[in-house]
């Protein structure tokens, strides 16, 4: 209730546009969106879902699938990597095309699975396909699962079952230890679109085929649940636990290799140690026990000495995972295959002493109580193959002896809050790559033995007290440094350096391998001189940062960069700036203060350029604005422009041929120079002393056109021209009328608000589907709706 009553004290005025994508659930839209009146006038709100019956809204749109050719383009790309077949398969396409019935999922999959295969393969697949019912899209799908491999298909049913949404760095340490060759088999999933994998490494899949993957475990184990490889429901988990107690014995369950269990209470479940110890080939575990009755905790731990675990789950809900008196013999440990094992929110009172480590890569126990006292360290020391340990949230003040965990990769301690100091054993772990401090609130100092982490290639730093940063010179494979919001950084330098309060030194460094520098909301004043010597160095972000000077060596060597791709300049005062490396495809410079603009003719290879800019002296901006090289970047793509300074822009723009998208909001520009033909976006905010646009006739690859808040705009020059136009959205403009709209035949959308001269609109074209016309308030003339035959959309 509280959240409900938080979005409409917020929202109730605002205008918002809120996408909901893949709503499922009622209960989901009666929490975010539940009344009209919470979000103010000419919000919208797009609801994507399956399931037409969670919906009560004022309209809805059904999509339909992919027309023919549209279809063969998309299946020739992932069938010949090309947007067409080849001649001697144009027949074969067409046939599988139409099995499709325009579903761009079955499209990829089956382009993907077909590609690279000879005709008779082709004969062969397409003839099988064709054996399915035409309306059982999933029956083919299911095809696709079936031409896998042994390895190929036990790593897409464990994604399909337990993995969407993990990071695929930490989950191929799993697959590496079962031996099923990850890097190939993920290559030969991604190539046949069954699986994703995001630019942030997470893995995903369709819901479609998630639920074709469960459905070919289900149909291959008979449907008894206790035959399955894979029990990702504690439904399924509870079924198989129940049948074991009630007489069925515990035998053949040890094909189980990946287990979800949630217990709903203790009492009712006394084999327990019996169904754990029978999971012999047990490779993931993640499990809870519901802790239910109005029992105690302290009653409870009391009462039981060979507790196992328990749980805060993160929504609130308490479990408590208690499996029972586990008297076992010490000679016979349980889960001897056991890879993983995702124990959140242990108690100090739980002893690990019975499960087998020898197999184990990936132990996460976050958001435990657990302090360095905890005697359970002792065991994890066994895990000698242990390459991820997740201790996020514990209540550690320091880190552990960590020497024997000398094959660790990833150590995880962000949000420790209690986190004082790191042992000086992590020096040891020479095969560390990954080490994540994030949030460690009271962490305010590195031991010198981390400068031994030569393997160390992401250091994670973010909301720390970390004052100075020492010995990071040698760590050599260092790719991505991140310091975000280390407003008590002071000092970053190395040995027999100099340092300064607020300085950051790099001198005589090694940072021959770092790609990324991050140092945004720090209290650095004066970037490192070294910077220039960063050979490998492609992205650098100094974000509200409070810099006085870059360095001379930075002025006269940035341009020494060789492979520069991304400097980010946003929210500091910044200085005069030296010329700029001509490797760069995106700039961002963000700032109300700057003494000059660079020059930017050398940008060749620039794409992407952001300048939101005031100038400290406007009054020396008489000159030509040519001057600044903007003309001169044919590779531009995207240029968003925000100058309150300047009156003019350079008449060169028009040379920008690749330019599609053009964002300008500058209050004193006067007039607007001829615009490149190939924009395909054009955005013009609070230019108020504009009066009439140029003649933009020419743009015929112009899909969507803003223009808002211009004070006297009263004419635009050529609107009726844009044969390729599709949106045309006008705010608070003091047009008196509009061109007549009817030779754009592409138009879909027109919105006019708050144009309050307008009198008159004309006649719009016939596939009109949303029209809105608020606040216009002379209007007198408008079309009729009902002459639209298209319109989904209307609100006058």
């Not at 959240?3 to 989901?28: N, P």
């Not at 008894?224 to 894979?230: G, L, S, T, V």
Request: overall charge neutral; some cysteine; aromatic content about 6%.
């Amino acid at each position: 209730m509280e959240g409900k009553r938080e979005i409409k004290e917020r929202l109730c005025s605002k205008k918002v546009l809120l996408l909901l994508d893949d709503a499922d659930d009622a209960s989901q839209l009666d929490a975010l969106v539940q009344k009209h009146e919470w979000f103010g006038k000419g919000s919208k709100i797009i609801i994507s879902t399956r399931d037409r019956g969670i919906l009560n809204v004022d309209e809805t749109y059904e999509l339909t699938g992919m027309n023919f050719d549209h279809s063969l383009k998309l299946f020739s790309r992932h069938a010949f990597r090309r947007d067409y077949p080849l001649d001697q398969y144009i027949s074969h396409s067409e046939r599988a095309v139409n099995m499709c019935n325009g579903l761009p999922l079955a499209l990829e999959v089956i382009g993907s699975l077909l590609s690279g295969k000879s005709e008779e393969e082709w004969d062969a697949t397409l003839k099988e396909l064709e054996e399915s019912p035409q309306e059982n899209v999933r029956k083919k799908l299911m095809i696709s699962i079936e031409a896998l491999n042994e390895n190929q298909r036990k790593i897409f049913l464990d994604v399909a079952c337990f993995f969407i949404g993990y990071d695929k760095r930490i989950v191929i340490h799993l697959w590496e230890s079962c031996k099923l060759l990850p890097h190939q088999s993920l290559g030969i999933l991604q190539q046949r679109s069954l699986i994703k994998i995001r630019d942030d490494n997470q893995l995903w899949m369709h819901d479609w085929l998630r639920d074709i993957g469960r459905t070919f475990i289900e149909e291959g184990s008979g449907m008894k649940p206790e035959n399955q490889q894979w029990v990702w429901t504690h439904e399924q988990a509870l079924d198989v636990l129940e049948k074991m107690q009630s007489g069925g014995g515990f035998h053949g369950i040890g094909s189980i290799e990946a287990l979800c269990l949630e217990l709903p209470e203790l009492s009712r479940y006394s084999l327990m140690k019996e169904f754990l110890g029978s999971l012999l080939n047990l490779r993931f575990l993640r499990m809870d026990v519901k802790f239910i009755n109005g029992c105690k905790l302290c009653e409870t731990i009391d009462s039981m000495k060979n507790i196992w675990r328990s749980n805060f789950l993160g929504n609130g809900e308490f479990f408590l995972n208690l499996l029972g008196p586990l008297v076992l013999p010490k000679s016979r440990l349980i889960l001897p295959e056991l890879r993983w094992l995702s124990w959140n929110n242990m108690p100090s009172h739980f002893e690990l002493s019975h499960i087998s480590m020898r197999k184990l890569v990936i132990l996460d126990i976050s958001r435990s109580k657990l302090e360095e006292t905890w005697h359970g360290w002792s065991h994890i020391k066994l895990a000698e193959n242990l390459k991820v340990l997740n201790l996020s949230r514990c209540k550690l003040n320091k880190t552990l002896d960590l020497p024997s965990h000398k094959k660790l990769e990833q150590l995880i301690l962000e949000g420790c809050e209690s986190l004082v100091e790191i042992d000086s054993s992590i020096g040891h772990l020479k095969n560390l790559v990954f080490l994540n401090l994030k949030d460690c609130k009271r962490l305010q100092k590195l031991p010198d033995e981390m400068g031994a982490l030569e393997s160390l290639m992401e250091l994670l730093l973010d909301s720390t007290a970390i004052k100075e940063i020492h010995e990071c010179g040698r760590m050599k494979n260092l790719k991505i440094l991140s310091l975000v919001k280390c407003k008590s950084l002071n000092i970053f330098s190395f040995i027999g350096c100099p340092t300064s309060v607020a300085k950051l030194s790099l001198v005589n460094n090694h940072f021959n391998s770092l790609i990324e520098l991050d140092l945004s909301r720090t209290k650095i004043r004066v970037l490192p001189y070294s910077i220039p010597y960063m050979k490998k160095l492609k992205v650098l972000k100094l974000c509200n940062c409070p810099l006085i000077q870059l360095p001379c060596a930075i002025g006269i060597n940035i341009g020494k960069l060789p492979i520069l791709r991304k400097l980010v300049l946003e929210g500091s005062e910044i200085p005069a700036m030296p010329q700029l490396p001509e490797s760069l495809i995106t700039l961002t410079i963000d700032t109300s203060s700057i003494r000059g603009m660079p020059d930017l003719s050398n940008l060749l290879n620039l794409r992407n350029l952001k300048l939101h800019v005031s100038f400290e002296h406007p009054s020396k901006l008489e000159e030509d604005p040519s001057s600044w090289g903007i003309g001169r970047l044919r590779m531009l793509e995207v240029l968003d422009l925000i100058c309150p300074d300047i009156g003019t822009l350079s008449f060169d723009l028009v040379l920008l041929s690749e330019l599609k998208e053009l964002h300008i909001q500058c209050r004193n520009l006067q007039c607007l120079p001829m615009l490149p033909t190939n924009l395909s976006y054009l955005c013009i905010w609070f230019c108020n002393r504009i009066k009439a646009t140029s003649d933009i006739s020419n743009l015929k690859a112009l899909s969507s056109l803003k223009i808002c808040f211009c004070k006297e705009l009263a004419e635009i020059e050529g609107l009726e021209g844009l044969e390729n136009l599709r949106t045309l959205f006008l705010d608070s403009l003091p047009l008196a009328k509009l061109s007549d709209l009817t030779s754009l035949k592409k138009l879909k959308e027109i919105s006019l608000m708050s144009c309050t001269e307008l009198v008159e609109i004309p006649e719009c074209p016939e596939l009109l589907e949303i029209l809105e016309i608020v606040y216009c308030v002379k209007l007198q003339k408008w079309p009729d709706p009902s002459s639209f035959k298209n319109l989904k959309f209307s609100r006058f």
